[in-house]
């Protein structure tokens, strides 16, 4: 993939194999028959999100069990329903159980003590870091998938060690090789991974900073898994422009894949947008509610171009009931709100599966969380001009400037300069040449330094 500096023709997941043990990612991504399983302290538990999360990840679902109760210590659920899920793995021949809960290492293998043979025991974290890990593409997507399993791995080996120690559960060595180094080993990982990182991400930072310089206007699309980011992005692409900018932005990618399930996208797309503006828009991984941080933690970069953007977009689907908007659009604040300096625009997508009178309706009960917020169909195109229109209003204003040139050595690259950087109006010939253009403040003031540096021609001197 562009950006990571290797062989484009396969960015799976090969190579590296140091950082990368193959056995891992394989044995992450086989699909299987699934159960879920769900339990809340009260009433009653919604499974639709965990299931389209086991979707994503190539699972078949083939039955759900969901409890009320307080948490169970050793067990999570109560002593009955786990016999249950027993029951309900055996007759459904399911190969592993998802439970949309945060478990303890000992509940995990507690569980799996009391359900047939070698069913498998997941958590939502462990199957996100999964459907993370099928999607990984680039280097860096590939490092922060490496880094958030050590870190979910940690406290597992910790507690491993701790009860090897004490000698209580001889049983729980079976689960692996207990071995105390393992601890240092995930440590140490963790810290080479971090480190390379911070390199990539440096890299990504001077691009901005390259691409903001050149005139251009950082504009974020952020938002819940499943939205409609990318293809919002698609619509608001320039197409025509990609080429013109490929060998000044090297992670200039054509592609924004659409899907309806969860985290289609896990790396940034950037394109340039259509319009008059030098604008260029970043289709940015999906939020989801309750991540732990070391999953957060891991994947923080990648909303760097979030929070560095002039200028956010937060897609909100708007056809779900106003109640999941609300909390979708709580997560999102949430997820915004630390590290987030530029203004952000809510725009309720999907307007082409709602009437006039309910998306009004939304709009009123979500006015506090989404005030004057833009109804958009990205997929069918509707509003997406009204759309522009609040993008160019909410980005600082360009500032106009008209430069008189005299002719000389360096005067034809400083015009193919300002067309670079700025949206030119006029250029006329004749003794000088002089320039009519609009820009970012920054621009114009860069290009009157360069005017005021030109060499003068050596005959007029
Ligand atoms: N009806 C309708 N469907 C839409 C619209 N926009 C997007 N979709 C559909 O919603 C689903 C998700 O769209 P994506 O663009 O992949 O959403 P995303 O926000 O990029 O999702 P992630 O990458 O998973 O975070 C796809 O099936 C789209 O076709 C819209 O305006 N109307
Ligand atoms: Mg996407």
């Known amino acids: 993939m562009a950006g990571d500096g290797r062989d484009g023709s396969d960015p799976g997941l090969k190579g590296?194999?140091?950082?990368?043990?193959?056995?891992?990612?394989?044995?992450?991504?086989?699909?299987?028959?699934?159960?879920?399983?769900?339990?809340?302290d009260s009433g009653s538990a919604d499974t639709g999100e965990i299931a389209d999360l086991a979707a994503a990840a190539g699972h078949e679902v083939v039955g759900t069990l969901t409890q009320t109760r307080t948490e169970d210590a050793a067990l999570h659920l109560g002593e009955g329903k786990a016999d249950e899920l027993a029951a309900l793995v055996r007759d459904r021949d399911a190969?592993?159980?998802?439970?949309?809960?945060r478990l303890g290492p000992y509940q995990i293998y507690n569980l799996g003590q009391r359900l047939p043979g070698d069913t498998e025991v997941l958590d939502r974290f462990r199957l996100i870091l999964e459907i993370f890990g099928q999607r990984a593409e680039t280097k860096k997507a590939q490092l922060q998938v490496e880094l958030a399993e050590l870190r979910y791995e940690l406290p597992r080996a910790e507690a491993k060690t701790s009860l090897a120690k004490r000698d209580e559960r001889p049983g729980f060595m079976g689960l692996g090789e207990y071995d105390e180094s393992r601890e240092q080993d995930i440590k140490a990982q963790i810290s080479a991974i971090r480190e390379e990182l911070d390199g990539i991400e440096e890299t990504?930072?001077?691009?901005?900073?390259?691409?903001?310089?050149?005139g251009f206007d950082l504009v974020a699309l952020a938002g819940y898994t499943n939205a409609g980011k990318s293809t919002l992005l698609r619509r608001l692409a320039a197409d025509v422009d990609i080429d013109e900018n490929e060998g000044l932005h090297p992670d200039l990618d054509s592609t924004a894949e659409s899907e309806n399930r969860l985290f289609t996208t896990l790396g940034t797309t950037t394109r340039r947008a259509a319009m008059d503006r030098l604008?260029?828009?970043?289709?940015?991984?999906?939020?989801?509610?309750?991540?732990?941080?070391?999953?957060?933690?891991?994947?923080?970069?990648?909303?760097?171009?979030?929070?560095?953007?002039?200028?956010?977009?937060?897609?909100?689907?708007?056809?779900?009931?106003?109640?999941?908007m609300r909390e979708k659009l709580v997560t999102a604040h949430d997820t915004l709100y630390e590290r987030n300096e530029a203004p952000i625009v809510t725009v309720l997508n999907k307007t082409d599966r709602v009437d006039a009178d309910e998306l009004a309706e939304k709009r009123e009960a979500l006015s506090a969380l989404a005030p004057n917020p833009v109804p958009i169909s990205a997929a069918e195109g509707d509003d997406v001009g009204a759309l522009l229109e609040r993008v160019e209003?909410?980005?600082?204003?360009?500032?106009?400037?008209?430069?008189?040139?005299p002719m000389g050595d360096g005067t034809m690259s400083l015009v193919s300069w300002i067309h670079d950087h700025a949206r030119v109006e006029d250029v006329s010939y004749g003794e000088q040449v002089t320039v009519t253009f609009a820009a970012r403040p920054a621009v114009v003031e860069q290009s009157r330094d360069r005017a005021a540096n030109l060499t003068v021609p050596a005959e007029s001197a």
């Open 393 to 405: 209003g909410e980005l600082p204003d360009y500032e106009r400037e008209r430069l008189v040139l």
């Open 204 to 214: 990504e930072a001077h691009r901005r900073e390259q691409r903001r310089e050149s």
């Open 279 to 324: 604008v260029l828009v970043t289709d940015t991984v999906g939020f989801i509610s309750d991540l732990p941080h070391w999953l957060v933690e891991s994947f923080k970069s990648t909303l760097d171009s979030v929070y560095r953007a002039d200028l956010v977009l937060l897609v909100v689907d708007a056809s779900e009931p106003t109640e999941t």
């Open 16 to 40: 590296d194999g140091a950082i990368f043990p193959t056995d891992r990612r394989h044995a992450s991504s086989h699909h299987m028959k699934v159960i879920i399983a769900k339990r809340v």
């Open 95 to 101: 190969a592993a159980v998802i439970f949309d809960n």
